[in-house]
């Protein structure tokens, strides 16, 4: 059975940072590629950052572009995103995500996590 959980979101004053990981287990991590998701209150999911099986391929939203930083360790089936200078637009639920071999700029993933909460006060 597969499994993404994700850790370490949390309460952060604007301007600080967090750093978000997610654990996955039950497939063959190097043969996915990874994203973050986040829901903010009342709005639609919106991709944050992508990276690619092999980790050489990397997409960021543009308005986290500069801040938040995705990276993968194919070692240990996890990857991270270390977000900088947080903003209380950044404030939402994160989701890390699993799709097969192929990275997508969209939201057709085949696995979730079930979220962690960021909250940016301002």
């Known amino acids: 059975q597969v499994h993404l959980v994700e850790s370490g979101g949390g309460l952060v004053q604007a301007g600080g940072s967090l750093r978000l990981s997610c654990a996955v287990s039950?497939?063959?991590?190097?043969?996915?590629?990874m994203g973050w998701v986040r829901q903010a209150p009342g709005k639609e999911r919106e991709l944050v950052a992508v990276?690619?099986?092999?980790?050489?391929?990397?997409y960021y939203v543009d308005s986290v572009k500069g801040r938040f930083t995705i990276s993968r360790d194919n070692a240990e089936s996890t990857i991270y995103l270390q977000m900088n200078s947080l903003k209380p637009e950044d404030t939402a639920v994160y989701y890390c995500?699993?799709?097969?071999?192929?990275?997508?700029?969209?939201?057709?993933?085949?696995?979730w996590g079930q979220g962690t909460r960021v909250t940016v006060s301002s």
């Open positions: 995500a699993a799709r097969y071999l192929i990275a997508t700029m969209g939201l057709d993933y085949n696995y």
């Open positions: 039950g497939l063959t991590f190097s043969d996915y590629a």
């Open positions: 990276i690619s099986a092999s980790g050489n391929s990397i």
